[in-house]
């Protein structure tokens, strides 16, 4: 059996949507003839953990647990010069406060002088790349070590964080092993999420492209992303070095649940688990205004978990705010299951071309969707599966159709939308993900 060092900082028993990915490929890698060792972070506190997570890595992989460090000099020194000289202490501390425009020209030379001299400190304590980068060089050794006593064949490091693509080729130069790099995410092609200039985005997109064109393979979620994976590193026709291996959702985790008969005669719950994007919740307020009023009483929508403050600021505001539950906690993957069983309709909401995981799980779980997306990828697939309706993100006002319709004849619109092809379906489950990332290694250690 051939043995991969997997770096996966977001890994079980940590609460995080990046964690679900590396552990289901450790889950099933056995049954392909591979056996993974695991490094990772270590959680600080009781409220990253979802201990129900754990339950998916098997008894035999060793997980490294590596604390990753967060230094704070700057911080550090701020609190000091506060107690000790009080009367600057209030401009030192609002020095880094982008909200503040000090109307004073002393005040913003002051405000100069203080970020050019600490900003020695304010680099460690925000090194580039990602907080994570002392983690990432942190693991190197103990790393290098596991490779040659373990005799590993490949690396395998998946992103984000980004500085893990760091560690990826530093082991590679070091131990000589080929790389796969794993990306979940787009880095800094995320043009709703990357949103950082300056001197950091050059050094950002040159170890971006540094790693890429280093790595032996590299493997991205979505089409659209893999495409811009190769344009990062001009390799459009490097035959075999770019794969496409997706999120999915795993058989095991719905075994045994069966769907309860919900009755819609009083209410309609369509629900949201899971993240939201910062974008995702204003198509949904307008086009829940747009609905007949005697039609909304007959709808509710829950939302359970983080929501942006932009977006909560806008459902607070909204004269349609008491038809939306939000539950702003973190629930366990057990019970994000349970409450997707219990709604009569999912919902997804996406202010760009991406699918998330929860997506696949959607796919599995036998309820019909109700999506607001661009056009693209993630529409693609629910039209290909056969599980919903898509409304385009950038024609919100379809949507108060489609809730009317959905309201008046909810049977009516599960016949028409809900007609899931399973043979297609299929091909996103964990196991036969992780026979194509089998594949991928297999192929690696023989180039």
Known sequence: MRK?????????????????????????????????????????????????????????VCVLRILTPLPKPRDRLIRWLVKFAPKFGGSIQCAFDK????????????????????????????????????WSMKII????????????????TTSAPWSSLLSGLLLKIVTRKPWVADLRDPWTKDEHRYRIKGWR???????????????????????KWLEDLKGITGEYSAAGKFELITNGYDELDFCGIDLPGLKYDSEIIISHVGSMFQGGLEPLLFGIQQVNGSLRGKIK???????????????????????????????????????MRESHVLFLS???????????????????????????????????AGIGYVVDHAEPEHLSEVLQQIATDYDQFTKMYYQPDWGYISQFERRNLTRQLSEVLNRVVTQ
């Open 4 to 60: 991969v060092l997997f770096i996966a900082h977001y890994f079980p028993p940590l609460v995080s949507s990046g964690s679900f990915r590396p552990v289901k490929f450790v889950k099933y890698l056995e049954e392909f003839s591979w056996q993974a060792t695991v490094i990772s972070t270590k959680p600080v506190d009781d409220s990253e953990i979802d201990l129900t997570l754990s339950d998916d890595i098997p008894d035999n």
């Open 99 to 134: 909200s503040w425009q000090p109307s004073s020209t002393l005040l913003r030379v002051f405000r100069l002088f203080i970020k050019s001299i600490l900003f020695p400190l304010t680099l460690i304590q925000y090194p580039p790349i990602d907080p994570e980068f002392y």
């Open 141 to 156: 050794p103990p790393a290098v070590k596991l490779i040659r006593a373990d005799r590993m064949a490949v690396i395998f």
């Open 201 to 223: 985005r050059v050094f950002d997109k040159f170890i971006e492209k540094l790693c890429l064109a280093n790595a032996d393979i590299v493997i991205g979620v979505t089409p």
């Open 301 to 339: 929508f829950r939302f359970t978990g983080y929501m942006h403050p932009e977006d909560q600021a806008l459902l607070d505001k909204s004269d349609v705010s008491k038809l939306i539950e939000f539950q702003p906690r973190r629930i366990n993957h057990t019970q994000s299951v349970q409450q």
């Open 350 to 384: 996406l202010p760009f071309d991406y699918y998330p995981g929860k997506l696949f799980e959607y796919m599995r779980l036998g309820r019909p969707v109700l999506a607001v997306v661009p056009g693209g990828s993630a529409g693609e697939l629910i039209k290909q």
